[in-house]
């Protein structure tokens, strides 16, 4: 298991009784790139993880081979782009993560990557749905608003589709959300949980303050804090100046997310991170996703918890929210539509 634990912390955490198990397979694919490999080193540390299977259009093997010696216990493979071996990184996973896509760079929306990122997503979860139908999806590449809803029209036109299994991943909201406010009350960020709700994506991130442990946190110190979790990935972008966007602390994120869901599948309880999911919450507001705090269980999703009491002020950007969000979520499900 990591060893900085606090680090990792999530919402609600139980004492867990059953112990650590080494028996599942994880699969990276994009594990050669920015976010890839970071991550995929940090999964190679979880003992969790028995099997880790990393395919790449290029640099697999390579990134596989170097991973492979740090003394942990787990089996590291590297895949070449062939159809049969990305079947072989599939087959048997219990977790697929997929940052695999094109990053930003200055100037441009997360929205400016669909037109190359949509039709990646949609033929790695063509691949994923034949074959790691019951794996659990997690999807990182952008936008994550409209990559997730792709994934989901997949499985549902190969008949494999289970709402449960299939996750955006936004926990680098609440990581950043964590961070930002403890430097702002210049607390210890491990004490500090934000619940961060909606979509990922500028006004689409809509962070609940008043349900966190500074709920009296008000005016033009509430709106730059705001502002900051909504915009935080525009900062990396900026200071990466054209070199891509966040990945080192996507890997954290994604790896936490990955971690969780293994913890829950094992049998460990009272397991919570937000994501990105098929949601009852906005259905009628034309948001069939929606991110807001979720209990995990072995089967994916346990429960998706209501976004709860808010403040007007938090009704107001969830109101904006929502109208951006359901044009993103339509945007992927009509892309599969006239693309299958
Ligand atoms: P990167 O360019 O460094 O790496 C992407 C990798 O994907 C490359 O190694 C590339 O070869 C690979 N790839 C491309 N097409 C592929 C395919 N068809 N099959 C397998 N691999 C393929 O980019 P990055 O910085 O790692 O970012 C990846 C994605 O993650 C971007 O879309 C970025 O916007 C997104 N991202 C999401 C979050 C989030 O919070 N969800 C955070 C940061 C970045
Ligand atoms: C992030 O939030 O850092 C990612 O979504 C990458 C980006 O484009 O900002």
Do not use: W
Request: proline content about 6%; some cysteine; charged content about 20%.
């Amino acid at each position: 298991m990591f060893t900085a634990r606090s680090a990792f912390s999530t919402i609600g955490r139980r004492a867990f009784s059953v112990s650590a198990q080494q028996n599942s397979k994880v699969t990276v694919l994009g594990a050669a790139g920015g976010i890839g490999q970071p991550l995929s080193l940090l999964l190679k540390l979880n003992t969790r993880v028995s099997d880790l299977a990393l395919y790449d259009i290029r640099g697999a093997p390579g990134v596989a081979a170097d991973i492979s010696h740090v003394n942990t216990a787990s089996k590291v493979t590297g895949y070449d782009p062939a159809p049969e071996k990305l079947k072989a990184a599939l087959e048997g996973a219990d977790i697929v993560l997929i940052p695999a896509g094109v990053p930003r760079k200055p100037g441009m929306s997360r929205g400016d990557l669909f037109k190359t990122n949509a039709s990646i997503v949609r033929d790695l979860a063509k691949a994923a749905a034949q074959h790691a139908p019951n794996a659990k999806l997690l999807i990182i590449s952008n936008p994550v608003n409209s990559t997730v809803p792709i994934c989901a029209e997949v499985f549902k036109s190969k008949r494999v589709y289970n709402p449960k299994r299939l996750f955006g991943v936004t926990t680098l909201d609440v990581v950043r959300a964590s961070k930002f406010i403890s430097e702002v009350k210049g607390t210890d960020p491990a004490n500090e949980e934000v619940i961060v709700v909606g979509g990922h994506s500028g006004v689409t991130i809509v962070p609940l303050l008043s349900q966190s442990n500074h709920p009296s946190i008000d005016g033009a110190v509430r709106d730059a804090l705001v502002k900051r979790i909504q915009f935080g990935g525009d900062e990396v972008v900026a200071a990466k100046s054209g070199a891509g966007s966040a990945t080192l602390s996507m890997a954290f994120a994604g790896s936490r997310m990955a971690d969780s869901l293994l913890r829950a599948s094992q049998g460990e309880t009272g397991i919570f991170e937000p994501a990105f999911v098929e949601s009852p919450l906005y259905k009628e507001d034309g948001c069939d996703f929606f991110s807001s705090k979720i209990e995990l269980g072995p089967e994916g999703v346990k429960e998706i918890h209501p976004v709860g009491k808010v403040s007007p002020y938090e009704e107001g950007l969830i109101e904006i929210a929502l109208k951006d969000l359901a044009e993103d979520i339509k945007k992927g499900q009509e892309f599969v539509k006239s693309n299958p």
